[in-house]
Every structure is written in structure tokens, then in C-alpha cells.
């Protein structure tokens, strides 16, 4: 059985945020709409100039290796390879159960 996971965390590209930021948009929609991929949001850190923040969903190894070998991924590198990263943190977690969450409901 496949095994669900998320990847999650951040990747610095100093002064060059913006223009990283705006192909990863165009990654952003193209990997939403790939098989096994159940989320994919990039986005600013408001509170770390440089930061792009990461967060993915996929439902198996197998569809995230499929996801590296898609087009747009090869345009994305292209495009983003002039943009040095200053840093990064991603990690992968695995999933072992999910439930329905609801604040209001925290004690």
C-alpha cells in the first residue's frame, strides 16, 4: 500500500525571492492537477525576506517520482537555475493517520 506523506519547510533565495516565487506559482499549478498529488501551496514568508515557504501532500513515492520527471519541472529548473539558494530546510513526513481537525473543538 502506498504510503501518503508531506513535504514541508523552506527554501531561501535571498533578493531573488520574487522572481523564484513566480515560477514556482506556475509549478504550483500544474502539480495540483498531476495524479497523487492532494496539495501543493507556495508562498512569501511575510517574516523572512527571502523565504519561500513549502508545503506538499502526495499519496505515494511513486507519484513524486513521476512528479520530478513532468515538463514543468524541467522548465521550473531551467527558469530558477540563474537564482542562487541561500538555504534551505524541507523535510519529508509520513503520514501514519489523519483525522478531521477543528480548533474550536481543543482543550
Known amino acids: 500500500m502506498a504510503e501518503e506523506f508531506i513535504i514541508a519547510g523552506w527554501m531561501d533565495y535571498g533578493d531573488n525571492r520574487d522572481n523564484v516565487l513566480e515560477h514556482f506559482a506556475t509549478v504550483a499549478r500544474h502539480s495540483r492537477a498531476e495524479p497523487g498529488c492532494l496539495d501543493y501551496l507556495v508562498s512569501a514568508d511575510p517574516d523572512a525576506a527571502g523565504r519561500i515557504i513549502i508545503f506538499e501532500r502526495w499519496q505515494s ?13 524541467a522548465d521550473f529548473r531551467a527558469a530558477v537555475a540563474p537564482y542562487a539558494r541561500v538555504d534551505r530546510s524541507l523535510h519529508r513526513y509520513f503520514i501514519a493517520r489523519s483525522e478531521d481537525f ?6
Open 102 to 107: 477543528e480548533s474550536a473543538k481543543v482543550v
Open 61 to 73: 513515492e511513486q507519484d513524486l517520482a513521476e512528479h520530478f520527471r513532468t515538463p514543468h519541472i
